[in-house]
Each structure stands twice: as C-alpha cells, then as structure tokens.
C-alpha cells in the first residue's frame, strides 16, 4: 500500500515562501515508472497542477507558476518537496501530492495539507 503525507506550516505571510514535503511510503520516489506531483485546490477554484518530478529526477512545471515553482526530492528520505516563492493570498489553497501512473493517471494521493496566506 502506497501512502503519501503532506507536512509543512499552514500559515505562511505574503512575499515569503512556501515549503511542502510529501513523504512517501510503500514505494520508491526514484522508481522510473512513476511520477511524484504537487496539485492545489483553492477555494471556489479547480484543482491546479503545480509540477511533476520523475522518478529520473526531472522536473516539470505548470507555466503559469515555473517562474514561483520548484520541486526537489530527497531519496534517502523517499520525500520529495515543494517551493512556492513570492506567494500572496492568491496562493491560499489545499496543497496535495500524488503519485502518476506511465499512464497520466494518478492512483495514489496525500490528504492534503491546507496553507493560508496572510499577513
């Protein structure tokens, strides 16, 4: 059974920057055959698709937030991390991570961690 655990402050202030860790068990991170993503969910908005990294390493990102956004991963933690820089309340959301089949699909997801923006 693969299991996903968001973590991180649920509180961060404008202009600073906001750092997530997903921990992984049950599975490798560095397992080519998946992919490891950050996905939010505002309030009143859609799920939004922040990036992806690959079980390569390889990161992509949402262009819409590439400039804001980067994730990273520790394998002998089996996490792998989020950084948002810049935030404003805009980016108050629900915070998930998930794990993408070859296929596209996500099969396995975190409960979600909720951050808010404010000063």
């Known amino acids: 059974q693969v299991r996903l655990q968001e973590s991180g402050p649920g509180l961060v202030k404008p202009s600073q920057t906001l750092s997530l860790t997903c921990t992984v068990s049950?599975?490798?991170?560095?397992?080519?055959?998946?992919?490891w993503s950050w996905i939010r969910q505002s309030p009143g908005k859609g799920l939004e698709w922040m990036g992806v990294?690959?079980?390569?390493?390889?990161?992509y990102y949402n262009p819409s937030l590439k400039s804001r956004t980067s994730i990273s991963r520790d394998a002998s933690k089996n996490q792998f991390s989020l950084q948002l820089t810049s935030v404003t309340p805009v980016d108050t959301a629900g915070y998930y991570c998930?794990?993408?089949?070859?296929?596209?699909?996500?099969?396995?997801w975190g409960r979600g961690t909720q951050v808010t923006v404010s000063s």
């Open positions: 998930d794990r993408v089949q070859s296929t596209g699909e996500c099969d396995y």
């Open positions: 049950g599975g490798s991170i560095t397992t080519t055959y998946y992919a």
């Open positions: 990294i690959h079980g390569t390493g390889s990161s």
